[in-house]
């Protein structure tokens, strides 16, 4: 049973910077990519940033810049910084793994993030 656990959200002004976590418990194999994906209210969700085991980065053009994700293989955790937020980064920030020869995908319970002055 994989489980995906994060923390790390809360309430930071514009400008500020908020470290997420992710910690995955559970058998995972070698071949997964681990990301974070975000859902804004009444938006859909969509794709923040991934990172493969071998930490290939893939983001999303408007967190280029400003957020880093990271990885450790040994822990079996992945982190997303963000700096220079902006009220348009306010949603709920999911942890996701994929593996990938299997196409089965993990989700985490999700973490709010709220930027606001």
């Known amino acids: 049973q994989v489980q995906l656990v994060e923390s790390g959200g809360g309430l930071v002004q514009p400008g500020g910077s908020l470290r997420l976590s992710c910690a995955v418990s559970g058998s995972l194999g070698t071949a997964y990519t681990m990301g974070w994906f975000r859902q804004a209210p009444g938006k859909q969700r969509e794709l923040v940033a991934t990172?493969?085991?071998?930490?290939?980065?893939n983001y999303a053009d408007f967190v280029k810049g400003r957020f880093t994700i990271s990885r450790d293989n040994v822990l079996n955790t992945v982190c997303l910084q963000m700096n220079s937020l902006k009220p348009e980064d306010t949603a709920v920030y999911y942890c996701?793994?994929?593996?990938?020869?299997?196409?089965?995908?993990?989700w985490g319970q999700g973490t709010q993030v709220t930027v606001s002055s």
């Open positions: 990172i493969t085991s071998s930490a290939n980065t």
């Open positions: 996701h793994v994929k593996k990938i020869l299997l196409n089965i995908n993990y």
